[in-house]
């Protein structure tokens, strides 16, 4: 289909410097701001004219993974195994798509997804993610008479805030740092809700951020009132590393094998979010992450490269060969 029919989608040659996605707005993807994109010196981008957003997240999967079943179906001389292939919403509100996904009913042995991120990445490793909801219970009172009975949620909401390790939040860390994230606050001087997103790469980080956080929930009831105080604490998703050890590792080497072979250096990345795959292998389908080659993901100047584009899906189609070749060599690890 031709780029005509999508009006705010645009490829451009990309011959270094800034480049300009919309003269009439004056708007630029500047090279100042976005280094890596001496990167595709010489490759055409697709962007937007800079009034929306490109939607790459995930559209480049789809079209990478489409693309390599054609490749597939034109050539039937290449030999493969059966081939599955699923698609599921929501992934960026709350994996839910994933979640809803019967991996049973799916019959695969391992899986891969695409999503996130410049040539080469390869993904299987992200965070063990908590929710946190903490209720606080105040007793309102009409200020004219509010001395000793006015006891507002409001700023023991913010007291509790305040308790939180200074520095562990999501703006100040980076690479395997874990935080709180105080993502949701809202109330009353009667009732507030505080919402947390709870976040760390290691299972036993993990678990002691959860701790502390009920802790200093108890702490903060004993001082303020039984029932003044709840706290709810719920699992959202977990380290994806920790379904790809031992027995579940094998789909990292046949996809480190197709990365060589499309001549490809992999560079493992630490996911600092989840992805459906992080849910998936929790359920049994061993599922890490294949870069697309998109950059400045949910922004209209996310960018994507048209090489990289078609790398992620000459991987997809490496890793059925590799497969293949694992399968009639006897090699278990395939």
């Not at 250096?265 to 849910?279: C, E, F, K, Q």
């Not at 960018?303 to 790398?311: E, G, I, K, Q």
Request: aromatic content about 10%.
């Amino acid at each position: 289909m031709s780029w005509s029919h999508y009006p705010k989608a645009q490829r451009l040659p990309y011959n270094g410097g800034d480049l300009c996605l919309n003269p009439e707005l004056n708007i630029y993807l500047r090279e100042s701001e976005f280094p890596e994109l001496k990167n595709y010196i010489g490759d055409d981008l697709i962007v937007t004219d800079g009034t929306s957003l490109l939607g790459a997240d995930d559209k480049a999967a789809l079209a990478a993974i489409m693309n390599a079943l054609q490749f597939l179906i034109s050539h039937p001389e290449i030999r493969h195994g059966e081939v599955k292939v699923g698609f599921v919403p929501d992934e960026e509100q709350g994996l839910r798509g994933a979640k809803a996904f019967d991996v049973s009913e799916f019959g695969a042995d391992f899986g891969y997804t695409l999503d996130c991120c410049g040539i080469g990445e390869f993904v299987y490793e992200n965070w063990n993610a908590g929710d946190a909801e903490i209720i606080f219970t105040g007793q309102s009172a009409h200020p004219m008479s509010a001395k000793g009975k006015l006891k507002n949620s409001l700023l023991m909401a913010h007291k509790f805030i305040s308790m939180l390790p200074g520095g562990e939040a999501p703006e100040y860390t980076e690479g395997r740092e874990g935080y709180y994230w105080v993502k949701q606050l809202q109330g009353n001087s009667a009732r507030t809700v505080l919402k947390l997103d709870i976040r760390d790469f290691s299972e036993e980080g993990y678990h002691a951020r959860k701790t502390f956080v009920r802790q200093l929930a108890e702490s903060a009831c004993a001082l303020w009132g039984e029932g003044s105080v709840i706290c709810q604490l719920s699992d959202r998703y977990a380290n994806v590393f920790n379904s790809l050890q031992g027995e579940g590792h094998y789909p990292i080497d046949i996809a480190l094998r197709a990365y060589q072979r499309c001549g490809i250096t992999p560079t493992p990345v630490a996911m600092r979010g989840g992805y459906d795959g992080a849910v998936l292998s929790q359920k049994g389908l061993p599922c890490p992450n294949i870069f697309t080659g998109a950059h400045n993901f949910h922004s209209i100047y996310e960018y994507l490269p048209v090489r990289s584009l078609r790398a992620a899906s000459d991987v997809v189609i490496a890793i059925i060969q590799e497969t293949f070749n694992g399968f009639t060599t006897g090699n278990r690890e395939s």
